[in-house]
Structure formats: structure tokens, C-alpha cells
């Protein structure tokens, strides 16, 4: 069969740090990645920016540039179109793609709000697509669902999180990131960050039968850094920076046997935990024994040391348990590893005709994509209700 054929919303040649560059193109042009895929396209805010990328990421002259999502739609050469833009821009860049009936890749978030993430999807399973949350395939979340499918901790009766989000400084916002202070552009921690480990902590424990949750802005102004790192300015921000989630787990046998009812808590807090605490302490407790997953301050590309420990409590004993990358994901940078398998996982489907996915060979599809925007809509849901109740009171009293 031949390669799959691949645009690319998003490669800058102004920001070779970016996610495009950083996590995709690293598999794509590996030996692994060109035995199933070829870059055909570069979409960007214009043609002259996609040739530029062309040329600082040393793509072939063959590669096409296009600055008109309708125009890159109409190409009938192209399999695959990979959305790597900003939240806000989603939208108006993928839109005409999928319209046009093309298969597509889009990192998380899917859209700015739900609404917009509506209109994307109409609400449709669109199996022929991929969402970029790549935590769900990672070797933690795998040893993790094996752990509790084989048993060793029994059924979970309750599990709780505790996570930092330390992408970012606690107080301040890069120029170019500014968009990060006002929650209607839909790029901001608790979207992003927390969403991202939230996703992979459902993948692990089942959905919530019902939750309710707490937001907190604890900062209501951050500073605006420059490119020389002085603060520029400071600004007001409505992005809540401490979220609270409670909730009770439906049962979910099989793959991970829970009770139902298992209570189910999750705490983020935008900026770095106390000095030398881990990045995100989870632990599942089990009727047969307990499991604790420790993750470094950079946890959500599993760039800092991860550990997996299991009390038994028949024997009172404490054990490390073992996880690791596969060989050809090694040579990859970590950034790139989970987002390689999600391609890989597609190029098998494709290549094996596009019928039923293979049992632990599924990947998240935008409408997993939309079970997270809808979790997330009812959570800032809460939050206003509560900001309303709130202020009522106060004019009230």
C-alpha cells in the first residue's frame, strides 16, 4: 500500500520549538514514520510562510504551501490533514478539511468551546480521525490498565490526584502566549495541561458516573514577559488557576474492574508544587492492595522520572513496578514518542483495510475529543454558577 499522504497545519518557521516541529516531525521524517507516511503539504497564515517552513525544516521542493484552508480542502492528493495551530484558530483552518470529507488530525484542544467543537464534529463518531491526546497510549497508561486488569490491587474502591501544572511560570505569560490570560480563546492550563492528564486518568479508571468540581482564581493578575524575559506589563486574567473535582466512578469490568461508586478526586494547581514535591501524585486504592504513580514536574510528555509502586497489603511489602518505552519509540524524542504511536496505530487500521480496530490497538478519535470539551464546558459551568451565587450574595447582603 502506498504512504500515506500528510498536510501540516501549523509548521512555523519562526517557531521551531513548537509542537508541530517538536512532536510530530521528528516521527515523520524518521526511517519509521516515512515507511508509512510523506509530508505532501504545509499549510500556514500564508504561502510565503509555508515556503519558509519548507525550506527551515529542509522539506523537498515537491512539498506544497498553501496560506487557504479551503484551497489545501480541495487537493485530492492529500489523505491526511494534521491541525498544530493554536486553540482559537483551529476552527478556521480544519474546518474546511473536514467538510471537504478528509480525514484529520487535531491536537488537543479541538476547538475554543464547545460550541465550536460542535460545529466541527456535528456530533459524529468520525472514526477516521485522531485527536491529540497521546497519554492515552502511553506506556504508563498501558502497565497501568494491565496492572489493574490482571488484578493485583483488586477492585478499586477510590483513587486521588494531586497535579501541578509547571509548563508555565505561576504568575507570568510569555508575549507570545498572552491569549493564555482570557479563558475565550480556549488555550489556558486547566484547558490544556490539566485536560491532557485528566483525559489519561479516565483512560485508566473509566468515566465519572457523576461529579461535581471547584474552581479557584487565586491570581487575578500575571505578568506579560518579553523576549528578553522583563516584565512588560501586567494584566487582568478570568482563568481560574485551582480546580477541585469530586466524583463517584461508574463500574467498568474487564479492563479495569472498579466499584461502582468508587470515589474519585482530582486537584490541579497552575505552577510548580512545593520545592522537591513531584509534579502529580496519584493513588489507587484497591480492596487487595494500593497503587502510587509519581511524576516529575514535567509529567505530561514523561520527561521526568516516573515511578509505579504497589503495597500489597496481605504482606505489608512495597514494590517498584517496571515500565518502559519500546526500542523504535527510544529513538525518538520524548516529546514525539506518544504522538508517534497515535500515528502508528492509524497507519495499521489504514493498512489492514479500514475495518474494525484491533483490540489495544484503538486511538482517540475527535469524538473522544468531544466527551473531554463536553467534561470541561460543565466544570467552567460550575465554576460560573458558583461566581454567580457568589455575587448574588454579596448584593444581597
Known sequence: ?????????????????????????????????????????????????????????????????????????????????????????????????????????????????????????????????????????????????????????????????????????????PEDMEYFAERKYGGNPIIIENGHSLDWLHEVLGEFEEFESRMQIQRSEVKVLGKDGKVKETIGTDVPDLLSIQGTLKAREGESGVVQGALFTHIFRHGTPFKGRAGLTWTINGEKGELQITMGERFLFLEDPITIQLHDHATDDVMELTWDWADWQKELPIKARGVAELYERYAQWKKSGQGRVTKGREWPTLADAMLRTRQLDKIFRQFDQAEGRRANGKACG
Open 1 to 173: 500500500m502506498s504512504r500515506i499522504r500528510i498536510a501540516i497545519i501549523g509548521l512555523s518557521a519562526s517557531a521551531i520549538t513548537a509542537w508541530a516541529a517538536s512532536a510530530h516531525l521528528p516521527y515523520l521524517l524518521s526511517s519509521h514514520g516515512r515507511k508509512h507516511f510523506e509530508i505532501v503539504a504545509l499549510l500556514n497564515s500564508s504561502v510565503s510562510s509555508a515556503e519558509a517552513a519548507r525550506t527551515t525544516f529542509n522539506l523537498p521542493p515537491t512539498v506544497k504551501a498553501y496560506g487557504d484552508p479551503s484551497a489545501l480542502a480541495q487537493m485530492s492528493d492529500i489523505d491526511l490533514v494534521v491541525c498544530c495551530t493554536r486553540v482559537d484558530v483551529h476552527f478556521r483552518t480544519i474546518e474546511p478539511s473536514i467538510r471537504a470529507g478528509k480525514a484529520v488530525f487535531v491536537e488537543w484542544p479541538l476547538a475554543e468551546n464547545l460550541s465550536r467543537a460542535l460545529e466541527l464534529t456535528g456530533d459524529r463518531p468520525m472514526s477516521n480521525s485522531i485527536i491529540g491526546l497521546q497519554g492515552r497510549v502511553s506506556p504508563v497508561t498501558l502497565r497501568l490498565k494491565a496492572l489493574l486488569a490482571e488484578g493485583v490491587i483488586g477492585k478499586v474502591v477510590s483513587s486521588h490526584v494531586s497535579s501541578y501544572g509547571a509548563l508555565l511560570p505561576r504568575d507570568a505569560l
